[in-house]
């Protein structure tokens, strides 16, 4: 299994607070994705990441900001939850760039009240 | 607009016998096809790819087939076992617009009866 761990894996917050989710790998990979899945939509894409200090935004990306200071670590910050941001969240690394097989993290529960 | 389709929410097949799940794409420009695994509570787990310059790809028990001018590919599995219930997703990238991210279909729940 690749070496990817996500912090917390599960939380509840409140609307308007602040939430920080981690994602940390091991396998040195340049690339790395944050996801949400859905009942309905599978996994969509909200933030990724080509390199330290390089992201762009996915499908999803309202409400979302990332950062990437080293390349072990990709964080996904929700400014003010809101309860449309209730879902899965997985984390996922590639190396490749042509053809991107992507390995997942084990996903964080969010439960926004 | 739903670039990847999978339109079986879930099928049920015989264990020993031939699972096939069905996944249909829009975008001419996806070159690479991947499918994942899914047991509830855990990551997806990566099964088997296809590049858009083979038609088939096979690794033991699972084998994926590429139809590009009907925009369609199939994983099939055989024989099923057990362990294959789960949630399979069929995803899709074009790597000539840098490495941007999968685009997934909604999954196709896999249930093996004994």
């Known amino acids: 299994d690749a070496g990817i761990t996500q912090s917390p894996r599960h939380k509840v917050t409140e609307t308007g607070t602040p939430v920080t989710l981690r994602c940390h790998q091991t396998?040195?990979?340049?690339?790395m994705y944050w996801y949400r899945q859905d009942p309905g939509h599978g996994l969509r894409l909200i933030h990724y990441?080509?390199?330290?200090?390089?992201?762009d935004k996915g499908e999803v990306s309202d409400g979302y900001s990332v950062s990437r200071s080293k390349t072990e670590d990709f964080l996904l910050t929700l400014e003010s939850a809101t309860s449309s941001q209730t879902s899965v969240y997985f984390c996922?690394?590639?190396?490749?760039?042509?053809?991107?097989?992507?390995?997942f993290g084990p996903g964080t529960r969010l439960l926004v009240l | 607009d739903q670039q990847v389709k999978q339109n079986s929410p879930s099928l049920s097949v015989q264990e020993g016998r031939i699972s096939i799940l069905n996944c249909d794409y829009t975008?001419?420009?996806?070159?690479?096809f991947l499918w994942y695994k899914k047991y509830p509570a855990e990551g997806p787990t990566f099964l088997i790819s296809?590049?858009?310059?083979?038609d088939k790809n096979e690794d033991g028990r699972f084998t994926v087939f590429l139809n590009k001018s009907a925009k369609h590919l199939s994983l099939h599995i055989v024989p099923s076992q057990p362990g294959d219930s789960a949630v399979y997703f069929c995803?899709?990238?074009?790597?000539?617009?840098?490495?941007?991210?999968?685009?997934f279909g909604k999954g196709t729940h896999l249930i093996i009866q004994p």
């Open positions: 975008n001419s420009m996806f070159d690479y």
């Open positions: 990441s080509y390199g330290v200090k390089d992201t």
């Open positions: 396998e040195n990979h340049r690339y």
């Open positions: 296809i590049s858009s310059i083979k």
């Open positions: 995803a899709a990238s074009d790597s000539g617009g840098g490495a941007d991210g999968l685009t």
């Open positions: 996922a690394i590639s190396e490749l760039l042509q053809g991107e097989t992507q390995y």
